[in-house]
């Protein structure tokens, strides 16, 4: 699959400069685009895309704060809606006028897909553009927060916040980085109790660079969005990828979307977090299988 790379210059900010990769060609009539998440960067997804129909369009980008996009100082410049931003810009760069693409998310790449999701029930720039979602291991911050907001809620949610202690400990400031740092070796034998797909990950100087700067979407999202959820509903086909040893983000978490999303499918995968990481051709699988089945 022929491999192009480029940079692509949000318009809302145009400091920042994201590293973007395409594979195949743009002419075809079925377009993904894999959007990583934390502490990755876009190479998680060779594997995936080297599984994908070689005849299809695949788009990658390295999120802003990651890999050999713009790393921006501030927690400010971390917030979803910029990140959803990020990603307008990317497709209007990358997949031709009038033609849809297939969004599929991981990590805090799917916490930002469900961002763009609800925002194609409201912003003409999203109208149409998409058809259909891919979410793995990343809940929509608006479902915990609605959830939170009952104590018969908070009572189901409970075993996600005991598993969540990572992202308390992320919240407090310049500790993290410091452990990320110089850390490494006692985080990941910790880590990978937890999770055993945290041996994927590409430790060591890589992994520092993507957290240093990327960790500040806990602390920019995560307490604002938990406090004032949106209600928001959608009719675009969605495929939920529950992975059922997932040492992070609970099955349970993931509840309740039937409530929001009149198209869901839901499909467990006996495996860890970091499941594109570990089964990059069965991950990939059910996303072809998903796009041909929503053309």
């Known amino acids: 699959m022929e491999r192009i790379e480029t940079q692509v210059t949000p318009l809302v900010l145009p400091q920042v400069k994201l590293q973007v990769t395409e594979y195949g060609d743009p002419g075809s009539t079925t377009h993904v685009l894999l959007v990583h998440g934390f502490p990755d960067?876009?190479?998680?997804?060779?594997?995936?895309?080297?599984?994908?129909?070689?005849?299809?369009?695949?788009?990658?980008?390295?999120?802003?704060?990651?890999?050999?996009?713009?790393?921006?100082?501030?927690?400010?410049?971390?917030?979803?809606?910029?990140?959803?931003?990020?990603l307008v810009a990317?497709?209007?760069?990358?997949?031709?006028a009038g033609e849809r693409v297939h969004l599929v998310g991981h990590d805090w790449g799917s916490?930002?897909?469900?961002?763009?999701?609800?925002?194609?029930?409201?912003?003409?720039?999203?109208e149409?553009?998409?058809?259909?979602?891919?979410?793995?291991?990343?809940?929509?911050?608006d479902l915990l927060?609605?959830?939170?907001?009952?104590?018969?809620?908070?009572?189901?949610?409970?075993?996600?916040?005991?598993?969540s202690w990572y992202v308390w400990m992320f919240l407090?400031?310049?500790?993290?980085?410091?452990?990320?740092?110089?850390?490494?070796?006692?985080?990941?034998?910790?880590?990978s109790r937890l999770d055993p797909t945290i041996a994927d990950l590409p430790w060591g100087q890589e992994l520092e660079e993507n957290t240093s700067?990327?960790?500040?979407?806990?602390?920019?999202?995560?307490?604002?969005r938990l406090r004032n959820p949106l209600p928001w509903r959608t009719s675009l086909p969605v495929?939920?990828?529950?992975?059922?040893?997932?040492?992070?983000?609970?099955?349970?978490?993931l509840e309740g979307l039937e409530a929001r999303c009149r198209d869901l499918t839901r499909v467990e995968v006996d495996e860890g977090h970091w499941v594109p990481r570990a089964r990059p051709e069965e991950f990939a699988d059910l996303v072809a299988g998903f796009a041909r089945r929503h053309p």
């Open 41 to 86: 960067d876009q190479r998680m997804w060779e594997p995936v895309v080297a599984a994908l129909p070689q005849d299809w369009h695949v788009i990658t980008y390295d999120v802003r704060g990651s890999g050999r996009s713009t790393h921006p100082q501030g927690r400010s410049s971390y917030r979803t809606e910029l990140l959803v931003e990020d």
């Open 90 to 96: 990317v497709l209007d760069a990358t997949v031709p």
């Open 111 to 126: 916490i930002v897909g469900w961002d763009v999701v609800a925002a194609e029930t409201w912003d003409p720039r999203l």
């Open 128 to 141: 149409g553009r998409l058809a259909s979602y891919t979410s793995c291991s990343g809940p929509p911050l």
């Open 145 to 163: 927060g609605t959830a939170n907001a009952t104590w018969g809620g908070r009572l189901q949610m409970l075993p996600q916040t005991v598993h």
């Open 172 to 191: 407090v400031p310049w500790l993290p980085e410091r452990i990320w740092r110089h850390g490494q070796g006692l985080l990941r034998p910790a880590m």
């Open 213 to 224: 700067h990327s960790i500040e979407l806990y602390r920019a999202n995560v307490l604002p």
């Open 239 to 253: 495929q939920l990828v529950v992975a059922t040893r997932d040492g992070f983000v609970l099955p349970r978490s």
